[in-house]
Nanobody, 125 residues
Framework: EVQLVESGGGLVQAGGSLRLSCAAS????????IGWFRQAPGKERDAVSC????????YYEDSVEGRFTISRDNAKNTIYLQMNGLKPEDTAVYYC??????????????????WGQGTQVTVSS
């Protein structure tokens, strides 16, 4: 059974940092991507950052480039999203998701078949 479990959300002041974790299990293929998405109230769920586990290729949405870093720990089957310089507009529920069908990096949410339960990130001004 495929499972993705996020942790690490919380409340932080503007300019602060948080690290989100996504523990992945149950995958039977090696060539897949993990994406971090976020959804604010009344808005669509959009990709923040994605990583192709085969070769480490990454994607960052423009507004987080230079502030967020996606990384992986293969031994722990865990993908991290380090978020620095947080802004109030980063407030959202953050989800990790797995794309097991492509073998290459895709940022569209519709490509991702498996989703975690989400973790709330709130940035106060």
């Amino acid at each position: 059974e495929v499972q993705l479990v996020e942790s690490g959300g919380g409340l932080v002041q503007a300019g602060g940092s948080l690290r989100l974790s996504c523990a992945a299990s149950g995958f039977t293929v090696d060539d897949y991507a993990i994406g971090w998405f976020r959804q604010a109230p009344g808005k669509e769920r959009d990709a923040v950052s994605c990583i192709l586990l085969r070769d480490g290729t990454t994607y960052y949405e423009d507004s987080v480039e230079g502030r967020f870093t996606i990384s992986r720990d293969n031994a722990k089957n865990t993908i991290y999203l380090q978020m620095n310089g947080l802004k109030p507009e980063d407030t959202a529920v953050y989800y990790c998701a797995a794309d097991i069908g492509g073998g290459y990096l895709r940022s569209g949410a519709s490509w991702y078949s498996y989703w975690g339960q989400g973790t709330q990130v709130t940035v106060s001004s």
